[in-house]
């Protein structure tokens, strides 16, 4: 890997998608949605949030990538990852950072995340960067689409 200096941080656009969607497959225990994480799903979730959301690139290579997005009031992150190789060399903070200034200059003064908690690695993360963990509430959610089935990476 060359210096983490060299790797450009940017909005990811509709355009990146395939290579985002290898890096999603590339890691272990990862969890895609069937209708979410497909092509179309990405790509509207883009439409909806084009400023937000970013990847991470070296050499044409995609090695981390966020999908963020808000509802107006609080922000989000799905899929935070980054390329195994490319780990504890800061590329995560850059990417988070970068997507935060993003929210803020949209008016969104909080952001929030959801990390399994079998995800050692990203927990571990999130600790050490600073962000909360947060037990004073339950998290709930209703499929509306039994159709967009989660399937998590060997």
């Not at 890096?23 to 949605?33: D, H, N, V």
């Not at 400023?51 to 992150?77: K, M």
């Not at 800061?90 to 970068?98: I, L, T």
């Amino acid at each position: 890997m060359a210096g983490t200096m060299s790797i450009l941080i940017r909005e990811m656009t509709p355009e990146d998608y395939d290579h985002v969607y290898d890096l999603w497959m590339s890691i272990q225990g990862f969890g895609i949605r069937s209708i979410d994480d497909s092509k179309e799903g990405v790509t509207r979730f883009l439409k909806r949030n084009p400023t937000t959301s970013v990847v991470a690139e070296q050499n044409g290579r995609i090695v981390g990538s966020i999908l963020c997005g808000h509802d107006g009031r609080t922000g989000f992150f799905y899929h935070v990852c980054v390329a195994g190789d490319y780990r504890k060399h800061g590329v995560g903070h850059r990417m988070a950072h970068f997507a935060m200034l993003a929210l803020q200059a949209e008016g969104i003064n909080k952001v929030s995340l959801v990390a399994f908690k079998s995800n050692e690695v990203g927990n571990q993360f999130w600790q050490e960067v600073g962000w909360t963990r947060r037990d004073d509430f339950n998290y709930y959610d209703f499929i509306l689409n039994e159709e967009n089935i989660t399937k998590f990476n060997r």
